[in-house]
C-alpha cells in the first residue's frame, strides 16, 4: 500500500500549468507529461489506485516535495515522546539541532520540523480529499464499493486531521469541496480559527459506522479501527460516556482483519517485532516493508535514526531514554506496583553514566516492572539477541544523549538483511510497523472512560488485564541461553477495591505511561489530561540535574500545549493562518 506506483496529484480541481510564451497554441494544447486528467482515473481503478496513495502518507514520508521522514515520523517520536520525558534526543549536540529547541520548549515557528510535519499531514489530507472528489465523479463503483471507500478515505482524513489538532490545536479542516490547495505542496487558504473536533468525530463516525469489520487486506481500516479512533477523540473532546460506549463495542466485538478477536498477545515483546507484526493486538498500524525495488521508502524510514551508535549498529543514536523514564519502572518489592507520585526518590534505577566499558558495572538489583526492558536498552542486560547491551561504547555521546537506547524500533540480529532494507545507507530501515493503535490501548481507553463514569472497579479490572500479561514470564527479558530473569522483575496487580476517583485516574494515567514508553503517545496524554505544566516542568526539574542542556527550560501553561504553526505556512496563507498564542 505505499509507494510502488505512481501517485496521481490532482487535487480539488487545481491544475498546474505551465506558459512557455515562445511556443506556439498547438505546443500548450499537449496533455502534461506524466499527468493523468480527472476522467481518466474516474473509475473503479483509479480510485482504488488514488486510495493506495492516501494510505502511503500514514508513514509520513514521500520521496518529493521535502516531505524527508524523521521531521514527521508516524511514531511521533520528536513531538509525543521526547517533548513528553520519555526520551532526550541523543546523539550529540550538532546532529539534527532543530530537535534541541523542541526539546527544550523554546522552539519558534521557523523551525524546519514543524513545517515538514505540517506537509505530510496535509498532503495525507490532500489525498483523501482527491479519493473523494474522483469518486463522485466514477460510474463504474458498485453503491458497496462506493460506501467502503468513502469510509476508508474519511478514517484516513479524519487521522490526518488527528494529528494536526494534536499538534497545532487552531489547525484547518479541508473537505472534498475545498480548493485551497496547491499542486504539488503545501498551501493553504483555510482559517484555522475554528475547533476542527466535530468535523475529526464525524469523519471517525462515519467511517465507524459504513466501514466492515473485516477488510480484504491487511493494513486497511475496518470497522474497529475507526470506533479505536472515534473513542480516543471523543475523550480528547471529553465526551466520556460516549466514548464508553464506542470504546466497549470495540472491546468486546472488535475482530482484525481475518475476523479474529482483539487479544493483548502473551510476549508484550511481540508488539515490536517485524516478524510478529500485524497481529491480533494490532488494531491500526503503518504498514511497512524491505527489499521490494522501492530503495526503502517502504521502509519504517521515519525511525531509522533510532538505533544504538556504535558497537554492531551503523546508525545513528537518537531517541535516548530519560533517567525519568527510567525510575518510572519502578515498582514496590511487596506489592510490585508503582510509585506515581515519588518515582525518582532514591535509590533511582542504577546507569553506568561515566563508567567505561572496560570498568565493571552492577545493573540495578531492585524490583522493576519487566516493560522497561523492552522500551529501554541499558547495560547488562540483553538487547533483543545482540547479548549484553554494551553502555557507553553504543552511544554517541553519553555525557550528552545519557546511557541509554531505545528499543521498541531496532530490529534483531537474525533479521538484518531480510527484515531490514539491504539498499539503504543504513540497516535501520526496517519493515516494523509502527503501531497507532494497539488493543492495550482500547483496554486502557475503556478504562479511563470507566473512570470518568463512575465505574472504578470496572476500570480496575481493565487495568489489571493490562498489568498480568506484563507478569508473565513470557514477557520477561531472560539472560541468554536460559530462562533466568535479566533482572528482578515484578509485576503486581491492584488488589485492593478502587473507591476514589483521582486516585483511580492517577493509577491509569501511569499504566499508559509504562505500556506505551516511548511509542509517541506520553506528550499529548498529558496536554488532554491537562497535566502537562505541572508534569512537565517537574520532569524538566528532575532531569537538568543530569542533562545541562536543558539549563533553564520550562513549560508555559498556556502556550506549549500546542506547537507553533510553521510560519512557512503562515506566509503561504499570505496571513489567513492564525498564530498560535504565545508564539
Known amino acids: 500500500m505505499k509507494k510502488s506506483f505512481i501517485i496521481l ?3 480539488s480541481g487545481a491544475v ?3 506558459v512557455f510564451h515562445a511556443c506556439s497554441k498547438s505546443f500548450l494544447d499537449r496533455p502534461l507529461v506524466g499527468a493523468l486528467s480527472e476522467p481518466v482515473v474516474a473509475n473503479q481503478k483509479g480510485v482504488d489506485q488514488l486510495l493506495i496513495g492516501a494510505y502511503s502518507l500514514l508513514d509520513g514520508y514521500q520521496n518529493s516535495n521535502g516531505i524527508g521522514g524523521w521531521e514527521s515520523a508516524a511514531s511521533n517520536w520528536v513531538f509525543g515522546s521526547i517533548v513528553g520525558g520519555d526520551a532526550h534526543k541523543g546523539t550529540w549536540a550538532g546532529d539534527q539541532p532543530d530537535i534541541g529547541p523542541i526539546e527544550t520548549f523554546t522552539a519558534n515557528a521557523t523551525n524546519n520540523y514543524f513545517n515538514v510535519k505540517w506537509k505530510a499531514v496535509y498532503e495525507g489530507v490532500m489525498r483523501t480529499n482527491t479519493v473523494l472528489k474522483i469518486l463522485a465523479q466514477a460510474t463504474d463503483v458498485s453503491d458497496a464499493n462506493r460506501v467502503r471507500i468513502t469510509a476508508e478515505a474519511r478514517f484516513l482524513r479524519g487521522h490526518y486531521h488527528f494529528e494536526a489538532k494534536k499538534m497545532w490545536g487552531n489547525a484547518p479542516y479541508i473537505d472534498e ?9 503545501e498551501k493553504v487558504n483555510v482559517p484555522n480559527t475554528s475547533d476542527i473536533w466535530p468535523q475529526i468525530e464525524a469523519d471517525f463516525q462515519y ?3 459504513n466501514l466492515p469489520g473485516t477488510m480484504p487486506n491487511v493494513g486497511r481500516a475496518n470497522k474497529w479501527a475507526a470506533g479505536a479512533y472515534l473513542g480516543k477523540t471523543l475523550l480528547f473532546e471529553k465526551k466520556f460516556s460516549n466514548a464508553l460506549t464506542v470504546l466497549n463495542d470495540v472491546y468486546t466485538n472488535g475482530t482484525t482483519s481475518l475476523g479474529l478477536k482483539y487479544m493483548l498477545l502473551d510476549k508484550y515483546q511481540d508488539n515490536f517485532n517485524a516478524a510478529t507484526k500485524n497481529s491480533r493486538e494490532s488494531v491500526f498500524a503503518v504498514q511497512s516493508s524491505v527489499n521490494d525495488a ?6 519504517n524510514y521515519g525511525d531509522v535514526l533510532n538505533a544504538p551508535y556504535g558497537g554492531p549498529f551503523d546508525c545513528c543514536g537518537f531517541f535516548q531514554p530519560s533517567q525519568d523514564l527510567v525510575n518510572s519502572f519502578k515498582v514496590d ?4 506496583l508503582p510509585n506515581p507520585d515519588n518515582y525518582n526518590a532514591a535509590p533511582q534505577v542504577t546507569s553506568d553514566e561515566g563508567i567505561q566499558i572496560t570498568q565493571p558495572f552492577t545493573p540495578y538489583a531492585g524490583t522493576i516492572d519487566s516493560r522497561l526492558d523492552w522500551a529501554v536498552g541499558r547495560r547488562g542486560i540483553p538487547y533483543l ?3 549484553l547491551h554494551q553502555g557507553i561504547s553504543w552511544q554517541r555521546d553519553q555525557a550528552y544523549g545519557g546511557p541509554y537506547n531505545t528499543k521498541k524500533n531496532v530490529y534483531y540480529k537474525s533479521q538484518k538483511g531480510t527484515l531490514t532494507d539491504g539498499s539503504f545507507w543504513a540497516s535501520t530501515v526496517t519493515a516494523i510497523n509502527t503501531n497507532l493503535i494497539r488493543f492495550s490501548d482500547v483496554i486502557l481507553m475503556l478504562a479511563e472512560a470507566e473512570i470518568e463514569a463512575g465505574s472504578l472497579e470496572k476500570a480496575r479490572a481493565l487495568v ?3 498489568r498480568a500479561r506484563a507478569a508473565k514470564p513470557s514477557s520477561w527479558v531472560v539472560l541468554d541461553g536460559t530462562t533466568t530473569p535479566a533482572a528482578n522483575y515484578k509485576v503486581g496487580l491492584y488488589n485492593d477495591t478502587w473507591t476514589d476517583k483521582a486516585a483511580a485516574l492517577k493509577a491509569l494515567k501511569f499504566e499508559r505511561k509504562l505500556e506505551f514508553a516511548m511509542e509517541g503517545h506520553r506528550f499529548f496524554d498529558l496536554v488532554r489530561w491537562g497535566d502537562a505544566a505541572t508534569v512537565l516542568n517537574k520532569y524538566l526539574d528532575f532531569e537538568r540535574n543530569i542533562r545541562p542542556f536543558f539549563g533553564s527550560a520550562s513549560f508555559t501553561a498556556g502556550k506549549h500545549e500546542v506547537y507553533p504553526i510553521p510560519q512557512r505556512q503562515i506566509d503561504l496563507s499570505k496571513n489567513v493562518l492564525v498564530q498560535n498564542p504565545g508564539y
Not at 469541496?177 to 505542496?185: G, L
Request: proline share 3%; charged share 10%.
Open 294 to 299: 522501492a530503495g526503502a521508502a517502504n521502509a
Open 333 to 336: 518489592a511487596t506489592s510490585g
Open 177 to 185: 469541496t475545498m480548493a485551497e490547495f496547491t499542486v504539488p505542496n
Open 16 to 18: 498546474m500549468t505551465y
Open 385 to 387: 539477541d545482540w547479548g
Open 9 to 11: 496529484l490532482i487535487v
Open 464 to 466: 489489571n488485564e493490562v
Open 207 to 209: 467511517a465507524y459506522d
